[in-house]
């Protein structure tokens, strides 16, 4: 439940973020298929891996729980900006054969600002936003424009194993919030094989997505008085995973796996903006509205592991992403689950992020140049680093079944990009703005927090 680093967590599709997932569970999967080879397993009774889990599976034949209920709540804050309360349940029916149905309703209410895409200055800055509100920002601060949203989500899975070697799951979900509708469905198959030692999965699915801009859709790289229409704009995600885990000894799991995704319709931000410079490369009072190319094709790669030492379990993982954007990414990831008594356990986490700019990423336009096919300053789409410090607690309320977890996550993240001194060689590329009297951020660091309270229980 974690928003992604980089913006404000609003739009992230049900799609990617369900097979994005499913990438790690792999993991999860053999642990399941060897349970009786590694000691204490940690996998949770549905299908999901989770290292905040302390609960082993509940057996599926047993006449005692046939039903799971997994409740959290997330409070999300990025100082100064988005502010995020995101309350979410699951009830889940456990069936004799090993059969599961769930269904998970969310709801995320998003208030704060977001940054327009118009670079800081040393004085005040006023603006026309696209949609014709104006907007003053002070001086040396990144502009920003006031939202408010609310975003409903219902997912339903329902997961069957065939004779413990073939396990398929179908998922189908549906959102909605202000300005942004989206439907889709998941499809999965695990096969266990060499002696259910190995899983083999593979994945696929589709997202049928509408983009509907307050106030209409506007021209890109105009001031945004061209409208182009009122109606809702088509965008479509087709998605795709392969991956492979092993049991390699009685204590480790290790697990990798590739995804590709096509994105194809409205793909632009219809609230973000670019600043025009003048002739000396100051920014003027200018804005045009952004513009991004209508597909875009996504890989990454996963390697996650999973060490189960004498009595702690020590998770880790390494993801490359690259897209037809220019955008690369790599991202490692470590967990440290402690058990401690009473079952209870503490779980440090540790969090790099690292990513390069896209193709077509400039601060601002030159006043009177010719205008690109496509440009973009949205932060989220340039030179960014991430590192994120966290905990989590879990432990069984009163010595009884259920389970309450406890996360507490701080992330710090910066750009690349800064103006005023440019001796050190801050900023290099188009659209820099020329040097001024100090020196302003165009990308500034960023705190931001969030707290996870989780309760499951069997019953």
Not at 200 to 211: I, K, L, Q
Not at 393 to 418: D, I
């Amino acid at each position: 439940m974690t928003p992604p680093p980089g913006g404000t967590p609003r739009r992230v599709s049900a799609l990617r973020a369900r097979l994005g997932a499913a990438a790690c569970l792999l993991v999860a999967a053999g642990a399941r298929s060897a349970a009786a080879q590694i000691p204490d397993s940690t996998t949770t009774p549905d299908t999901s891996w989770n290292p905040d889990s302390t609960r082993a599976p509940v057996a599926a034949s047993s006449p005692s729980y046939r039903w799971q209920f997994d409740g959290a709540g997330l409070l999300y804050s990025e100082k100064g900006r988005a502010k995020v309360i995101e309350p979410q349940a699951r009830i889940t029916r456990l069936f004799p054969d090993g059969q599961t149905l769930s269904a998970t309703l969310g709801l995320d209410v998003i208030t704060g600002a977001s940054p327009t895409g118009a670079i800081p200055t040393t004085t005040v800055q006023t603006t026309t936003t696209p949609s014709g509100n104006v907007q003053t920002a002070t001086a040396n601060e990144v502009p920003t424009h006031p939202f408010n949203d609310l975003r409903e989500g219902l997912d339903l899975e329902w997961t069957k194993p065939f004779g413990g070697w073939l396990t398929p799951s179908l998922g189908t979900h549906f959102s909605r919030e202000k300005d942004y509708r989206s439907v889709g469905g998941t499809a999965k198959l695990s096969v266990a094989m060499m002696r259910k030692l190995t899983t083999v999965t593979v994945g696929a699915g589709y997202n049928e997505d509408r983009v509907d801009p307050v106030g209409g859709t506007r021209a890109p790289l105009a001031d945004g008085s061209v409208l182009l229409g009122t109606g809702a704009n088509p965008k479509r995600v087709r998605s795709a995973l392969a991956g492979v885990s092993r049991v390699l000894t009685r204590r480790w799991l290790f697990g990798v796996t590739g995804s590709r995704s096509t994105e194809h319709g409205y793909l632009t931000d219809p609230y973000k903006v670019i600043s025009v410079l003048d002739t000396t490369g100051a920014p003027t009072s200018d804005v045009v509205t952004e513009s991004r190319p209508t597909s875009r094709t996504r890989y990454d790669v996963l390697a996650s592991s999973v060490y189960h030492l004498t009595q702690n379990i020590l998770y880790a993982s390494y993801r490359y992403y690259w897209d037809d954007w220019g955008v690369t990414s790599h991202t490692a990831d470590a967990r440290y689950r402690v058990e401690l008594s009473n079952q209870s356990f503490f779980q440090p986490h540790i969090r790099y992020y690292f990513q390069t700019r896209a193709n077509f990423f400039q601060f601002g336009l030159p006043q009177g140049a010719p205008l690109p096919e496509f440009a973009t300053s949205d932060a989220r789409l340039g030179d960014l680093r991430t590192i994120t410090l966290g905990a989590t607690y879990g432990f069984h309320p009163h010595a009884g079944p259920g389970e309450v977890t406890l996360r507490a996550e701080y992330l710090r993240q910066w750009g690349k990009g800064s103006g005023g001194d440019q001796d050190g060689g801050e900023f290099e590329g188009e659209g820099a703005p020329a040097a001024s009297s100090g020196r302003i951020d165009f990308i500034p660091p960023e705190s931001i927090g969030s707290i996870v309270v989780g309760y499951s229980i069997p019953f």
